[in-house]
């Protein structure tokens, strides 16, 4: 019986450089929508630095962390901790391919991942709001005796006046020069980006009215 081969260390040194020192991978597929960066800046500032960015060592590219990265630039970072790897260029775009599908296809285990996010905390609002996004993706509700407006107690209620139209009419236009016209006959300034108007104009929104 064949023994099995070791698997190979690749990792070669850890250490700190300037964010702006770093090499973004020109392959690097990844891209980081708003509340993603939000979320991360949020855990970032509350905690700190728990991970280092996988830098490969032979060709100097990133391999993991840009967005570390690009926030540690953003907020004047002076460092930014760094694990070197050593690959050659087909073995770096195979790490860069999988290193994040690979952690995506981690199943989650509803029991635990409830208790866990009962323990957590935090002041940041993009953190809660993934946390609070994390949680429903799982199908993870509150308790059953849980009741919104027990909570409310004591809270001021909100009341909003019924802002739905009389009637809804569609108007096609031909020209430019038609909407133009149409606009100075109703009154009211029409391009080609506007949507919808009232008629006649209402007035500017009133302050939201807040009652006992």
């Given at each position: ?8 260390n ?16 020109p ?18 500032d ?11 060592q032979?060709?100097?590219h ?21 694990l ?32 866990l ?23 993870l ?6 009741n919104?407006?027990?909570?409310w ?19 096609y236009?031909?020209t ?7 606009g ?29």
């Amino acid at each position: 019986m064949a023994v099995a081969q070791t698997w190979q260390n690749r990792i070669v040194g850890s250490g700190e450089e300037a964010p702006d020192q770093l090499l973004a991978n020109p392959a690097n597929w990844r891209v980081h929508p708003r509340h993603q960066q939000e979320a991360l800046a949020g855990v970032l500032d509350e905690v700190g630095w728990v991970q280092q960015v996988i830098v490969n060592q032979r060709t100097g590219h990133l391999i993991d962390g840009h967005l570390r990265v690009a926030l540690a630039m953003r907020r004047g970072e002076p460092t930014v901790p760094v694990l070197y790897v050593d690959l050659d260029p087909e073995e770096e775009a195979l790490v860069l391919a999988t290193l994040d599908p690979l952690a995506a296809l981690a199943a989650a285990d509803a029991e635990k991942l409830d208790a866990l996010l009962r323990d957590v905390s935090t002041n940041e609002a993009a953190v809660q709001e993934m946390l609070e996004m994390l949680a429903a993706q799982n199908g993870l509700v509150p308790p059953d005796d849980f009741n919104a407006e027990d909570e409310w107690v004591g809270m001021p209620a909100y009341e909003q006046e019924d802002k739905r139209p009389a009637a809804k009419i569609t108007v096609y236009f031909q020209t430019r020069e038609a909407i133009a016209e149409f606009g100075r006959l109703i009154g009211q300034g029409i391009t080609e980006k506007t949507k919808w108007v009232w008629y006649p104009p209402r007035p500017p929104e009133e302050p939201v009215r807040w009652v006992e």
